[in-house]
C-alpha cells in the first residue's frame, strides 16, 4: 500500500503545481506582457513589410525610368546604321556639286543640286546634323580628328584647324563621324 500511497502523494503534488503556474499564467501582468510581445511583434513585421514593399515599388518605378529611357535611345539611334551608310553619298554629292560648278552645263549643275538638298533634307529629319569645323576654329580632340599635323602659315594658327578634309556628323547628341581635320603646328 505504500506504493500506492507514494503515488497518490505524487500526483496531488503534481495538481498542487498545475494550479499555482495556472494561477500565475492567468496574472494580469504576465497576460499583458505576453499581448504586448505579440503586438510589438506584429508591428515589427508589419515594418518589415512595408519596408520591403516600398523598396520592391522603388526598385520597380527606377526599372520603369530606365526602360523607357533605354527604348528613347533606341528610337533615336535605330536608323544610325543606315545614316552612316548613307554619308559616303552626301561626301560624293559635295565632290560632284564642286565638279558641276566648273562647267559650263547649268541645267545638270541646278538637277543635281536640287536633289542634293532634297538628300540633306531627309536625313536632316532623321536627326542628322553637320558637325561644324571651319578653317581658323581652335581644335577640340573630343570634337575633331586630326588626320595630320603641318607647319601653321602664321603664329596665330598654331593649335588651330588649317583645313577640313571630311565633313563630321552627329546623330542627335552623339557624333556619329568626327570631323577629318589639319591641324597647325
Same mark, same amino acid.
Given at each position: $500500500? !505504500?506504493?500506492? =500511497? =507514494?503515488?497518490?502523494?505524487? &500526483? ?5 503545481? #498545475?494550479?499555482? *503556474? ?18 510589438? #511583434?506584429?508591428? +515589427? %513585421?508589419? @515594418?518589415?513589410?512595408?519596408?520591403? /514593399?516600398?523598396?520592391? /515599388?522603388?526598385?520597380?518605378? =527606377? ?9 528613347? %535611345? ?22 560632284? $556639286? #564642286? +565638279? ?7 541645267? *545638270? /549643275? ?10 540633306? #533634307?531627309?536625313? &536632316? !529629319?532623321?536627326?542628322?546634323? +553637320?558637325?561644324? @569645323?571651319?578653317?581658323?576654329?581652335? /581644335?577640340? @580632340? %573630343? ?10 602659315? =602664321?603664329?596665330? $594658327? ?27 603646328n
Amino acid at each position: $500500500m !505504500s506504493d500506492i =500511497n =507514494n503515488t497518490e502523494d505524487i &500526483k496531488e503534488e503534481n495538481l498542487e503545481q #498545475q494550479d499555482s *503556474t495556472e494561477n500565475q499564467d492567468n496574472s494580469p501582468e504576465q497576460v499583458e506582457v505576453v499581448e504586448l510581445s505579440v503586438e510589438e #511583434q506584429l508591428s +515589427e %513585421d508589419l @515594418a518589415k513589410e512595408k519596408d520591403k /514593399f516600398l523598396r520592391l /515599388f522603388a526598385e520597380f518605378e =527606377n526599372y520603369k525610368k530606365r526602360t523607357s529611357k533605354e527604348r528613347m %535611345d533606341l528610337f533615336k539611334t535605330a536608323g544610325q546604321e543606315v545614316i552612316v551608310a548613307l554619308l559616303p553619298v552626301s561626301d560624293d554629292f559635295d565632290r560632284a $556639286m #564642286q +565638279e558641276l560648278a566648273k562647267s559650263n552645263d547649268k541645267e *545638270t /549643275f541646278k538637277g543635281v543640286e536640287l536633289i542634293k538638298i532634297k538628300f540633306e #533634307q531627309v536625313l &536632316k !529629319s532623321k536627326g542628322l546634323e +553637320e558637325v561644324e @569645323a571651319r578653317a581658323g576654329d581652335v /581644335f577640340d @580632340a %573630343d570634337i575633331h580628328e586630326a588626320i595630320t599635323q603641318i607647319p601653321a602659315p =602664321n603664329k596665330k $594658327m598654331k593649335g588651330k584647324i588649317i583645313d577640313v578634309i571630311e565633313k563630321g556628323f552627329k546623330l542627335g547628341d552623339k557624333i556619329i563621324r568626327h570631323p577629318k581635320v589639319v591641324v597647325g603646328n
